[in-house]
């Protein structure tokens, strides 16, 4: 929960436009009750394993989430759709451009300046 109250607390700040922690379901409640406080938007995706994916932040980056992560959990996304949801998320862009590559067997490619 440390974790989450700082990703709530960079989220107010403008540091992150969306967040994602993955949680105990055991916390789902507790989790709800905090945001809704916050009045931050937010969806939840539980898990095989009873664990939860808590998105967390603007509307419009959790409605591209929810398009893409509706009927398949972070396992099961494409390679273009792993890189959105990892740029949404704020993560490097040249760290997620290498692992689109990874991803699509193209890391050997070489690029010419």
Do not use: P, W
Not at 5 to 26: A, Q
Not at 49 to 71: H, T, W, Y
């Amino acid at each position: 929960m440390l974790v989450f109250n700082h990703h709530i607390y960079e989220f107010k700040k403008g540091v992150r436009d969306m967040v994602l922690c993955t949680l105990s379901g055991k916390l789902e409640e507790k989790v709800k009750a905090k945001l809704e406080r916050n009045e931050i938007s937010y969806m939840i995706q539980k898990l095989k394993n009873g664990n939860i994916n808590v998105f967390f932040g603007k509307k419009e980056c959790l409605v591209v989430v929810d398009k893409l992560c509706k009927d398949k959990s972070l396992d099961q996304l494409s390679a273009e759709e792993d890189f959105m949801i990892g740029t949404l998320l704020g993560y490097s862009v040249s760290e997620q451009c290498r692992r689109y590559c990874k991803r699509k067997k193209e890391i050997n490619v070489i690029f010419s300046l």
